[in-house]
């Protein structure tokens, strides 16, 4: 996928961007700009099982402690913000352990300033389907897309 493509997607009233699709970009960008030393880790959560929550609440923390990797986050944004019901895309810029608070650094300017959630809010916004309207995006669950230092061997 080009760079006008990617743009049309993700533009307003844009077709949008498939969880899958976006993993593809991100590691195509890091190909690019020939960022060898960084990979992509992606949580999907399919359920919210205690060892799910232990998974998400982990990234977060590990996220959290470092600033040498950053986190997508990849979820219905009316689940947090109670707007549009909708795939959105937006990094991670803060978690709270103690308080199980993740701040979201919301992409929409426009509308959003960064805002605050709850971690079990957030896991219910990366599973909850796209609905019907989303046409391509109907059904899309999403995720976190962490982008972190490759481990050395």
Known sequence: MG??????????GGSGITFNGLVALVQKS???FQLRDYAVDVLRP???????????RQALSANEASDR??????FNQGVVTGD?????????????A???????????????VP??????????A??????AQHGPLAGETGGLIWIKPRTRR
């Open 98 to 112: 103690r308080t199980g608070q993740v701040l979201i650094l919301d992409v929409d300017r426009e509308w959003y």
């Open 84 to 96: 549009w019901d909708g795939p959105h895309v937006s990094p991670i810029g803060a978690y709270d």
């Open 46 to 56: 399919a359920d919210a099982q205690p060892e799910t929550v232990a998974r998400l």
């Open 115 to 124: 805002y605050w959630t709850a971690d079990s809010r957030l896991l219910k």
């Open 30 to 32: 890091l190909a690019r």
């Open 69 to 74: 990797d950053v986190i997508l986050v990849y």
């Open 3 to 12: 760079q006008a493509t990617w743009r049309k997607q993700v533009a307003e």
């Open 126 to 131: 990366m599973r909850r389907p796209a609905p």
